[in-house]
């Protein structure tokens, strides 16, 4: 089993950046994929980003290539997203999920594990 906990949501101005953690335990991700996931009201969970923990380029969305960044930290068990130049239709609850399958999936139906969500907030 691999319990995963989000971290650094809140509410921010547009322009602004925030950094998401997502903390792994149970087990070490180095055959996984992490990806980051976001549901806005009304709207289906959409990937964001994703990472293989054994390297290569991660996969982004359109709507965030050049201002999201996707990163991990071998050693803290932990995947980052680095958010910049925030706007309000980023404004969503951001979930942290893993993939023992090792593929660069977008269907969040592939994603054996999720964390509880951090609710990230853009005002305008």
């Known amino acids: 089993q691999v319990q995963l906990v989000e971290s650094g949501g809140g509410l921010v101005q547009a322009g602004d950046s925030l950094r998401l953690s997502c903390a792994a335990s149970?087990?070490?991700?180095?055959?996984?994929?992490v990806g980051w996931f976001r549901q806005a009201p009304g709207k289906e969970r959409a990937i964001v980003a994703a990472?293989?923990?054994?390297?290569?380029?991660?996969y982004y969305a359109d709507s965030v290539k050049g201002r999201f960044t996707i990163s991990r930290a071998d050693a803290k068990n932990t995947v980052y997203l680095q958010m910049n130049s925030l706007n309000p239709d980023d404004t969503a609850v951001y979930y942290c999920?893993?993939?023992?399958?090792?593929?660069?999936?977008?269907?969040?139906?592939?994603?054996?594990?999720w964390g509880q969500g951090t609710q990230v907030t853009v005002s305008s």
């Open positions: 999920a893993a993939s023992a399958l090792g593929v660069l999936f977008t269907t969040p139906e592939l994603y054996n594990y």
């Open positions: 149970g087990r070490t991700l180095s055959s996984y994929v």
């Open positions: 990472i293989r923990w054994s390297g290569g380029n991660p």
